[in-house]
């Protein structure tokens, strides 16, 4: 059965650091090289922070961005959601740091950590508020700053992700073919172990023994991810379009979780959508994590490749492994 829940995107946005590092910049840290990231992931730059800048300060901008956008005074939004796996620290959680730089007094707000798929769980959570009418809106973030856990160092992780930001605005839907129409989130902890970061919780408190035995990086291995992610993307989407009675046919646009190209085109060719309905940005951002979801969406209504009423699918898979997906009637 569609899980349709009465919420509604009515803006988005995205932020990434200036600083930008080339193929060419990741040649003169470790033993790689520009064709093989190009030909084995779809990525040409990635966007770095600068010392001192953390993912509230990515997920404030975007988040301003966004009221600007639409003339919204912060003390209006009711309620923040951030997903991020690279919070600025343990805890206050992201969400209270970005309620406070924005000035939103008359919000509520945490952290929701599910990796890549962070972004489309915090849209899910966000929006059982304001389709229950129990907030007015809710803002959604999503934002990383991936480069604070890598090991430049390990060429098979470093190259792969970047640093970035999305946010979007979330009101009722008051008719039923607007908004959110369905929503499918899994989790499968035996996939845990493929891709982590061991150190700095309660299992492994940082200490000179863990940074010497690199825990506090991302650890990962890759053919298992991508093997769990081709096959898992197609298979959601699939699910979700069938119980709706639509086929990839009718989608508008596709956003993809972009953590390799490779896999978006196999998870694309099994779903049957050609290439013009698939948004793809993951040549300038690398894998923002959370950031990457609301990235490709604003870069989409930028492109004028998103008008209201588009059936638009976003899927995503990630660390844990979580992934989701969520079918929408795109509202403005
Ligand atoms: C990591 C990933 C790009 C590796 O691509 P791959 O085609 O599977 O490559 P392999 O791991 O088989 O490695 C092939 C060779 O390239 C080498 N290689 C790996 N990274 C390299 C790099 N950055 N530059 C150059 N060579 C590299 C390997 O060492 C290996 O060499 P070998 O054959 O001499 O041992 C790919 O597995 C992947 O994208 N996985 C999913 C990762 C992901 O998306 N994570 C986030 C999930 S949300």
């Known amino acids: 059965m569609p899980r349709r829940v009465a919420a509604k995107i009515t803006g988005v946005s995205g932020y990434v650091p200036p600083r930008i590092m080339t193929n060419a910049d990741m040649e003169k840290l470790v033993e790689t090289d520009d064709a093989w990231i190009r030909e084995r992931t779809g990525i040409r730059e990635r966007h770095v922070v600068d010392k001192g800048v953390a993912a509230s300060d990515l997920a404030t901008a975007a988040a301003r961005q966004l009221l600007a956008a639409r003339n919204i005074p ?3 939004i009711e309620l923040i959601v951030v997903a991020s796996v690279t919070p600025d620290m343990m805890f206050p959680a992201t969400a209270c740091l970005v309620q406070n730089n924005l000035g939103a007094k008359h919000a509520w707000g945490f952290d ?9 769980y915090a849209l899910t959570v966000g929006a059982q508020f304001v389709g229950a009418r129990t907030q007015k809106n809710a803002l959604v973030i999503g934002s990383d700053v991936m480069t604070s856990i890598l090991d430049y160092g390990d060429r098979t992780t470093c190259v792969l992700f970047g640093d970035g930001a ?12 607007d908004g959110i129409l369905d929503f499918v989130h899994e989790v499968d902890g035996s996939g845990g172990k493929f891709l982590f970061m061991p150190g700095g ?3 492994n408190p940082a200490s000179h023994e863990t940074v ?5 990086y991302v650890h990962q291995e890759g053919a298992q991810v991508f093997k769990f992610a081709v096959r898992h993307m197609a298979d959601l ?10 086929t990839s046919k009718d989608l ?9 190209m490779r896999i ?26 959370a950031g990457t979801i609301p990235l490709g969406l604003r870069d989409a209504v930028e492109q004028g490749r998103l008008k209201k009423g588009d059936l638009v699918l976003l899927i995503a898979v990630g660390a844990g492994y979580t992934s989701g997906g969520v079918l929408l009637r795109w509202s403005y």
């Open 74 to 76: 912060a003390s209006d």
């Open 237 to 246: 989407a699939c699910e979700m379009l069938q119980r709706n009675g639509y």
């Open 212 to 216: 010497d035995k690199k825990m506090h």
């Open 201 to 203: 919780g309660s299992l």
């Open 264 to 289: 978006i085109r196999a998870m694309q060719e099994r779903l049957g959508v050609e290439d013009s309905k698939v948004m793809i940005n993951i040549d300038r951002y690398g894998n923002t994590t």
């Open 252 to 260: 508008a646009l596709v956003v993809p979780h972009q953590a390799n």
């Open 112 to 120: 929701l950590s599910a990796a890549c798929s962070g972004f489309l």
């Open 166 to 177: 999305g946010a979007v605005l979330l009101e009722p839907a008051d008719r039923d073919d």
